[in-house]
Each structure stands twice: as structure tokens, then as C-alpha cells.
């Protein structure tokens, strides 16, 4: 094939995803091939709900090199799934679905076929039962990847959070020197090899104005000593900076990634900036696993009126690298 086909693990069989995915093929042209990995049965409930109308191409996996591939018609893997509706509320019911779907995945990629994957939302409650923070791990886990970081990236302005679905009294006792380089060395690494870019890095303090009456003070022990060390190494980093200020206009506009130490501390102004202007790319697999910047969102189901930028912009992103 010119182009490797882009892998599309639908996710979350109860969620608003096939719907963009719908949205998304109709939007431009692209040049890769799309293989989506999902139900047959649930796609067509859906495609009927929704009145969205395409063929549907069913490929078998274990041929999936032998197919001359286009996007003239939905190319679809078929994962069982038992369903009568089209949509249904979201539980446990899905997990073998969603586990079948990803393990499909990831032999297609140990093949070697393509180095490109996203995969729609998942209900981390249901799927990950506590055993992984997020998918970012789930995925890390399965391919022995040990460092890792998840990238919020839009061409103006990324976030990284430094600690991913912590909850907050567990933040402080996770920040490291080593976790705080191992995360800029991913950034750095990624930005050379796919933007062509040394980028330059913000890094947020712990504490409200990087300030704190305790004895041990995170951003002055922690934080400021290995910014301190990576501008040595020739990076183009500075901080720590206070997170209420940063992302005003004027001070945005320097960096090309903020790295924050916890979670909500730069995933919520990011999606305030830019809505669904933002894909999440996972930073250390030997391939490119991108995921739309957004839940299942289950109050959106069945209602056609989901926005499909984030996942235009995966699939735009892995189109062109």
C-alpha cells in the first residue's frame, strides 16, 4: 500500500464516536486508508439511527495485507458484540467487545502493517476496573512501554501533564526529578522527529504562585533544580511558572508546550483555548496511538449533534506522518 492504513478502534460501543466517525469521513479527502475495528451489526443499528449511508467493506485479519485498500466504502473488522439496540447504557457488558477490539490492533501493528492507531473514547470505570489510570496506560502497558506521556497537542500550543488521573492527595507524592525529565526527553524527542522543531517548554509549579509555608517546598526542591539541569543540557526550557498566569495570551504565545504537573492543571485551560482543536498523542510506543480529545459522552448519544474536529484532527495528523 502507498499510504499504511490508520487502525480505528472504535472504543465505547455505547458512545458518540461512531457518530464522528461518520461525520469525519465526509469531511476531506484522505489519503490513507481507514480500517475501522468495530461490530458490524452495531454500526449498521447506528448507521440507521443516524442516517448515515456507505458500504461496508468486511476484511478478514489474518488477510489484512493481501487487500488493495480505499475509503470508498467503510472498511470494517467485526468484533462480536451482542446488541438489538443502537444504543444502550454504558456498563461492563462492553468490556470483552473493547478488549477484542485492541488486541486485533495490536497484533496489526506487531505485524507491521501500519504504525498508526486511534481509538475511540473508553469508560475507564467500566474498562480499566482501577487495574490502569487511563488508557494511556492500558495501551503502554500491553507493548512493556514503562515511559510514557500523554501530549494535548494542537499546532499553537501543547500541554503534558507530568502525573496523568491522580487524584490530587496523591499528586505531590509522584513528582520527580527523573519523572519531570523522562516526560520533557518524550516531548523533545517527539517535536524533532515529528514537527521538526526543538520546542520550547514552560514548566508549571506544584503550588498556587509556586509558593508554599510547608517545610518541603516541591517547586524550590524539585521543580526549579531540574529546569535548571535540562537548560544546562542545551534544552529550550525554563520555569517553574505559576499555572493561574501562564496561559494568559501573552505568555502562551512564548511556548510551544507547557508541562504541568498535574492532570486538570493544564487539560482544563487547553480545552477552554481550543475545544476540540486537540488530539491526545501517547508519547514513548513504538508506534502513533492517538486518541480524540474527549469522553464517551453519554448525554450526547443517539443525538447527532457531536462535534468531530478532534477526531478530524487525529485522522489529519496520522494522514500526514
Known amino acids: 500500500m502507498k499510504f499504511k492504513p490508520i487502525i480505528i478502534v472504535a472504543g465505547e460501543p455505547n458512545s458518540i464516536f461512531l457518530e464522528i466517525f461518520f461525520k469525519s469521513i465526509n ?3 484522505i489519503k490513507s486508508p481507514l480500517i475501522l475495528i468495530a461490530s458490524s451489526k452495531l454500526l449498521n443499528l447506528q448507521m440507521q439511527k443516524l442516517k448515515f449511508k456507505k458500504k461496508i467493506r468486511l476484511l478478514d485479519f489474518a488477510k489484512i495485507d493481501d487487500y488493495k485498500l480505499d475509503n470508498k466504502s467503510i472498511n470494517l473488522i467485526n468484533i462480536q458484540y451482542k446488541t438489538s439496540k443502537a444504543f444502550e447504557k454504558i456498563s461492563n457488558k462492553s468490556n470483552i467487545y473493547i478488549k477484542n477490539s485492541f488486541e486485533i490492533a495490536f497484533k496489526i501493528i506487531l505485524k507491521g502493517t501500519t504504525d498508526k492507531l486511534i481509538n475511540g473514547p473508553i469508560s475507564k470505570k467500566n474498562f480499566l476496573n482501577k487495574k490502569f489510570p487511563g488508557i494511556t496506560e492500558y495501551v503502554c502497558s500491553r507493548f512493556s512501554i514503562k515511559k510514557n506521556a500523554m501530549l494535548i497537542f494542537n499546532k499553537e500550543l501543547s500541554v503534558c501533564p507530568v502525573t496523568t488521573h491522580l487524584p490530587l492527595k496523591s499528586v505531590n507524592k509522584k513528582i520527580t526529578k527523573n519523572l519531570i525529565c523522562e516526560k520533557v526527553y518524550l516531548i523533545n524527542d517527539f517535536y524533532k522527529k515529528k514537527i521538526g522543531i526543538n520546542p520550547k517548554i514552560a514548566v508549571l509549579g506544584l503550588n498556587p504562585h509556586c509558593e508554599s509555608n510547608d517545610k518541603f517546598n516541591e517547586d524550590d526542591k524539585i521543580v526549579r533544580p531540574v529546569v535548571k539541569y535540562l537548560a544546562n543540557l542545551q534544552y529550550k526550557i525554563s520555569g517553574p511558572y505559576p499555572a493561574d498566569t501562564i496561559f494568559l495570551k501573552k505568555n502562551r504565545k512564548k511556548f510551544d508546550v507547557i508541562l504541568g504537573m498535574y492532570h486538570d492543571q493544564v487539560l482544563t485551560p487547553i480545552k477552554t483555548l481550543f475545544e476540540y482543536d486537540a488530539i491526545n498523542i501517547t508519547l514513548g510506543l513504538p508506534f502513533t496511538r492517538i486518541s480524540p480529545d474527549h469522553g464517551p459522552n453519554e448525554k450526547m448519544i443517539g ?17 500526514k506522518n
Open 27 to 29: 469531511f476531506k479527502k
Open 303 to 319: 443525538k447527532n449533534m457531536s462535534n468531530p474536529l478532534s477526531l478530524i484532527k487525529a485522522i489529519s495528523f496520522l494522514d
